[in-house]
């Protein structure tokens, strides 16, 4: 099955809809356009009756249908959910009994293609090998969506098994949904391996996303197309349900337009969950309501370590950064500059192995518990499908991760415990140690250079070294928002720090976002655009 087919879905769907288009009742200013929308106004107008769930689904789903799926065909989108607009209903219906589920009743959503809902959509990391399997539960991220009363609207594309399959792949592109494209130059790639989420959001498909990050698979395509990605603390959002790489480093998380949204999807995520057991730590340490720290004045008295080590690779990034650091102090933000993190770049090596290692593991008990009708029960499985299918799945790139992985031992080799003590327990102690030792609120840095050109023949070419590694190998929350625009491309700029620090970092990025309003509206352009230099992306899985 194509991405072609499963989007006649939402051509079925939006077949019956009414042609009434809800944003223009949305009122005057920037909200009044439905496709940047924020959360706040969305619920505004349907607790006002001038939306329902229904029309804002239907809106939704005639705008997949005109802009992902054809006209510049964005292909961010891999699925629309054909049960969207009765769930619509059974919302709407609980609405006018006066049962309010959360603040986000009826507000409609995408999820990563990795990410198991129990319905009509499939769930595939964007193989063909596991089209057709069906998973018997949701995720708990799905559950507790719809328990808030979320619309799962859609299932988005990504990079083919969120980018851990091999070390020349082309970011954005999977077997079963084909390549997503950046929506301010279509020529450019979306970073990844949560592209389509990060895409979907950016060009107003729906106001939220989730996406699943090992390293970098938010933040990256959050920057790229200038939007909000928010990477939680390991163990503050449930992986149950998600197709694993490391149970290390993956966590899920929320991708927006504004922090503000992104707070609001984040305190629905969170909270421990007995089918994943490193939630457990996140007992007594969570927040039930996390937009509680959006406070404009949270810069005010806040320090702040500039890690100097990603300056001088661009000069107009340099430039946005500086511009950065002026806006922070304006603030009343004290900056302080730090060479480099030790430790970080001798952890690279070892990160790997861990992933190696982890996925292995990790990917055959996943696997090894799907229902009766999957016929693919472990890498050795994937491997074999890939092979006898490589036409359609190795066309462009192959599988030497998977190869890699599979000649892997069990966890209990001195190897991988070894990896694992230089990974994460020593990203962690550069973390805390020199926030301890400046008395650091957040550490800043460029998340990663603007969109490069995709190129399908040589894969993803990185020479724009991004901040992904450190948070994500400590198991360490990471926030980037848009930090301005390289000849109309955005750049997002970062803040990370130590284990559950998400209401410090929202606080900061929250007051950032409102004193600089970097978020641009895409334009959907052709061609790669005028970008001074072509940086590739952070490390992205």
Known sequence: MRRRDLLAIATAAWAGCSRRRPGADLGAGDDSDLAEATVASLRDALE???LTARSLCEAMLERIREVDAS?????????ANPEALADADRLDAERREGRIRSPLHGIPAMLKDNIDTADSMETTAGSLALVGSGVETDSTVAAKMREAGMVLIAKTNLSEWANFRSRRSTSGWSGRGGLTLNPYFLARNPCGSSSGSGVAVSAGLAPLAIGTETNGSIVCPSSVNGIVGVKPTVGLVSRAGIIPI???QDTA?????????AAALLSVLAGPDRRDEATATSNGRLARDYTRFLDEEALQGARVGLLREYWGQHRQIDALLDDAISAMQDAGAEVLDIDELPGIAEARRPGLEVMLYEFKHGLNAYLGGLGPDAKIR??????????EHRNDEMPYFGQDIFEDAMAKGPLSEPAYREALAISRDGCRRAIDSTMDELTLDAFFAPTTGPAWVTDLVHGDQSSFRGCSSAAARAGYPHITVPGGLVQGLPVGVSFFGRAWSEPRLLGIAHAFERATKHRHVPRMLPGPGLAEADPGPADSS
């Open 253 to 261: 998380g929320p991708m927006a337009r504004t922090v503000a949204d």
């Open 71 to 79: 006209g510049p065909s964005l292909n961010s989108v891999i699925e």
């Open 48 to 50: 006002k009756g001038r």
């Open 378 to 387: 472990s890498l050795s499985d994937v491997i074999q499908f890939n092979e």
């Open 246 to 248: 490391s149970h290390t």
